[in-house]
């Protein structure tokens, strides 16, 4: 298969609007999570304006790949994203952890496009390699992505589905570990270290592939790597910053799960271009 | 022809192959259980759809769910006390939160369990697992109504829990009777006080009535072999029928059966209760039937208890 080609710049353009998207939707509901949201702008960008085969006009088309959400507190990303590549209207953004909405704090199943409710760490592994497993049985071909955050992977749960997805040689699941390296308290490796992290998942047998996650180009050619590994699964180590683009937000734990105000939004959009 | 004593486990096991020859969306996950939860009967007649993932609960219960999004009906398997407390959380998001199409069918509920002790005995999932919204809640009483209930969970979309038991229960319903879940199924009728029990202690409830019907009290029997949704007009109709109730489960006697008919009482038709069940304690080793003795479990433990309920009637 020859990779498709990819406008670069479009896509960085692309990252602007998302994260202003991103910073308005979590000011505007007063809460929400900002920090991992901002660091894996590039990521879901990339699956969804270039990897992805799915119908935003019809979300349950069968044969879509499937993303499962594991860090379920992205909502902010995940459904600007989602608004972005026309599952329901942008305006909708505004209604982002309202009573009544659809676009609950975590993400959730009524929201086009979300395959699976979220907000507990550690559950969107099994999950996808049940869905993967599921489709292998049915005779379809459909890749199932599974984003997590790096703090997540703390959880044991994500390891018992790691060797779950190497010993059934899923190589239709392609998990992605937004490295970002702070979690809620502080940086993720004094609080409770992930590496060596390559090696880590090399040794429960999966492909690693170790990139820069702000960099479109690299996440391309992970995700073109991906597409021609069989017998495996993969796994891309994205590195990222918390809270990128943002200067008084980067590398900054604050900012996992707390929402600016409108004077910090307006210097954070003003740092955007 | 008579049947033996059988555990409730061996009628899920066998049912669960019955309908696998005739429905291929049926698919298995266990937790290095299969022998003991009788889920083997399945994996060796399809093993494609048999997933033996380890010792690792959480994903038994998150790879169930994953499954049944593509059009299977997920049963997840291994010993009650690990999936429904080592799991909780998967159980809870993955299978209630998301409405799946999954079935948590565990052996090894209750002091029945044996020689293996507390840590094998579970005594609280009855209540863990009723409160948990889009869950149903099934204990059958004997082989049979495992047969049934198994039928009768593979038939019915959404989230279900279903003990079975490792012990031996006597056969105390018969072929034709009616499996509905969320009805429950009268057994005896009398006037004085009603028994309302599940699994195990349904037989122990026949016994007490036996026993009481020749010293004149006259006791009416239901088999309540669904835990949530409970029967709630069964319960107020025995109420007003009989005045004075007593429940009977091989459970805490905090959150299980006891409690969901404390519930539907105070809300519907207060009456005097008597609740049959552990006493907040842990499970021992012994063999089942010294547990039961020892635990209060038995026939005659509901005796006392229909004598003190229907005293407290007359009051």
């Given amino acids: 298969m020859t990779p498709k080609s990819i406008d670069i710049e479009s896509f960085k353009k692309k990252?602007?609007?998302?994260?202003?998207?991103?910073?308005?939707?979590?000011?505007?509901?007063?809460?929400?999570?900002?920090?991992?949201?901002?660091?894996?702008?590039?990521?879901?960008?990339?699956?969804?304006?270039?990897?992805?085969?799915?119908?935003?006009?019809?979300?349950?088309?069968?044969?879509?790949?499937?993303?499962?959400?594991?860090?379920?507190?992205?909502?902010?990303?995940?459904?600007?994203?989602?608004?972005?590549?026309?599952?329901?209207?942008?305006?909708?953004?505004?209604?982002?952890?309202?009573?009544?909405?659809?676009?609950?704090?975590?993400?959730h199943t009524?929201?086009?496009?979300?395959?699976?409710?979220?907000?507990?760490?550690?559950?969107?592994?099994?999950?996808?390699?049940?869905?993967?497993?599921?489709?292998?049985?049915?005779?379809?071909d459909f890749k199932v992505y599974c984003i997590m955050g790096d703090g997540e992977i703390q959880e044991g749960s994500v390891w018992e589905a790691a060797m779950t997805s190497a010993h059934y040689k899923l190589d239709h699941v392609c998990a992605i570990v937004d490295y970002n390296k702070v979690q809620e308290n502080g940086p993720?490796?004094?609080?409770?270290?992930?590496?060596?992290?390559?090696?880590?998942?090399?040794?429960?047998?999966?492909?690693?592939?170790?990139?820069?996650g702000h960099s479109i180009d690299a996440l391309k050619n992970a995700f073109d790597k991906f597409s021609v590994t069989t017998g495996k699964p993969t796994v891309i180590i994205a590195n990222t910053i918390k809270g990128k683009g943002i200067s008084f937000m980067e590398g900054k734990s604050a900012w996992h799960g707390k929402a600016p105000n409108k004077e910090q939004l307006a210097q954070a959009l003003g740092e955007l271009k | 022809m008579e049947l033996k004593?059988?555990?409730?486990?061996?009628?899920?096991?066998?049912?669960?192959?019955?309908?696998?020859?005739?429905?291929?969306?049926?698919?298995?996950?266990?937790?290095?259980?299969e022998d003991a939860t009788r889920a083997e009967y399945f994996k060796k007649e399809f093993p494609e759809r048999f997933f033996n993932l380890g010792i690792t609960e959480q994903d038994v219960v998150g790879t169930a769910a994953g499954l049944s999004t593509m059009g299977y009906v997920a049963f997840a398997t291994s010993f009650a006390v690990f999936l429904t407390n080592r799991a909780y959380?998967?159980?809870?998001?993955?299978?209630?939160?998301?409405?799946?199409n999954v079935k948590v069918v565990c052996s090894h509920g209750g002091v029945t369990v044996g020689e293996d002790g507390a840590s094998a005995q579970c005594l609280e999932d009855f209540a863990i697992m009723r409160v948990l919204p889009n869950m149903k809640v099934i204990c059958p009483a004997d082989y049979l109504e495992a047969k049934k209930a198994t039928r009768a969970i593979t038939n019915t979309f959404g989230p279900f829990y279903m003990r079975?038991?490792?012990?031996?229960?006597?056969?105390?319903?018969?072929?034709?009777?009616?499996?509905?879940?969320?009805?429950?199924?009268?057994?005896?009728?009398?006037?004085?006080?009603?028994?309302?029990?599940?699994?195990?202690?349904?037989?122990?409830?026949?016994?007490?009535?036996?026993?009481?019907?020749?010293?004149?009290?006259?006791?009416?029997?239901?088999?309540?072999?669904?835990?949530?949704?409970?029967?709630?007009?069964?319960?107020?109709?025995?109420?007003?029928?009989?005045g004075a109730l007593v429940t009977a489960e091989e459970h805490q006697m905090a959150g299980g059966l006891g409690s969901s008919v404390a519930?539907?009482?105070?809300?519907?038709?207060?009456?005097?209760?008597?609740?049959?069940?552990?006493?907040?304690?842990?499970?021992?080793?012994?063999?089942?039937?010294?547990?039961?003795?020892?635990?209060?479990?038995?026939?005659?433990?509901?005796?006392?208890?229909?004598?003190?309920?229907?005293?407290?009637?007359?009051?």
């Avoid at chain 2, 061996?10 to 020859?21: A, P, Q, S, Y």
């Avoid at chain 2, 635990?295 to 004598?307: R, S, Y």
């Fill in chain 1, 15 to 107: 990252a602007v609007i998302f994260r202003r998207d991103i910073l308005e939707t979590v000011e505007g509901a007063g809460s929400g999570h900002p920090g991992g949201s901002l660091s894996a702008v590039e990521i879901f960008l990339t699956l969804y304006g270039y990897q992805l085969n799915h119908k935003p006009q019809e979300p349950k088309w069968e044969e879509r790949d499937r993303v499962i959400v594991s860090k379920g507190h992205v909502s902010p990303v995940v459904y600007t994203t989602l608004a972005n590549f026309g599952y329901f209207p942008k305006e909708e953004l505004k209604t982002f952890r309202k009573f009544g909405a659809r676009l609950q704090g975590h993400v």
């Fill in chain 1, 110 to 140: 009524k929201v086009p496009g979300v395959e699976f409710n979220t907000g507990s760490l550690g559950h969107g592994l099994s999950f996808a390699n049940g869905i993967a497993l599921g489709a292998r049985m049915r005779g379809k």
């Fill in chain 1, 188 to 212: 993720t490796n004094e609080i409770k270290n992930l590496e060596p992290l390559v090696s880590k998942w090399a040794s429960f047998g999966w492909n690693v592939i170790d990139v820069d």
């Fill in chain 2, 5 to 33: 004593p059988t555990p409730t486990r061996d009628g899920f096991g066998e049912e669960i192959v019955t309908l696998g020859k005739t429905n291929s969306n049926i698919v298995v996950t266990s937790g290095d259980l």
């Fill in chain 2, 89 to 100: 959380d998967m159980i809870r998001m993955d299978v209630c939160y998301n409405n799946c």
């Fill in chain 2, 164 to 242: 079975t038991s490792r012990a031996p229960l006597p056969i105390i319903t018969k072929e034709e009777d009616s499996f509905v879940i969320g009805k429950a199924n009268v057994l005896r009728k009398g006037t004085d006080a009603t028994i309302i029990a599940c699994g195990v202690m349904v037989s122990e409830a026949l016994s007490a009535a036996d026993k009481l019907n020749a010293e004149g009290i006259s006791l009416k029997v239901v088999n309540m072999h669904t835990i949530k949704p409970v029967d709630v007009e069964m319960i107020v109709n025995s109420a007003k029928e009989t």
């Fill in chain 2, 263 to 315: 519930e539907v009482l105070g809300l519907h038709y207060p009456c005097p209760l008597e609740i049959v069940g552990v006493k907040d304690s842990f499970g021992e080793s012994g063999s089942p039937a010294q547990l039961m003795v020892h635990f209060g479990l038995k026939d005659t433990n509901i005796i006392d208890a229909v004598k003190k309920v229907i005293r407290r009637k007359k009051g």
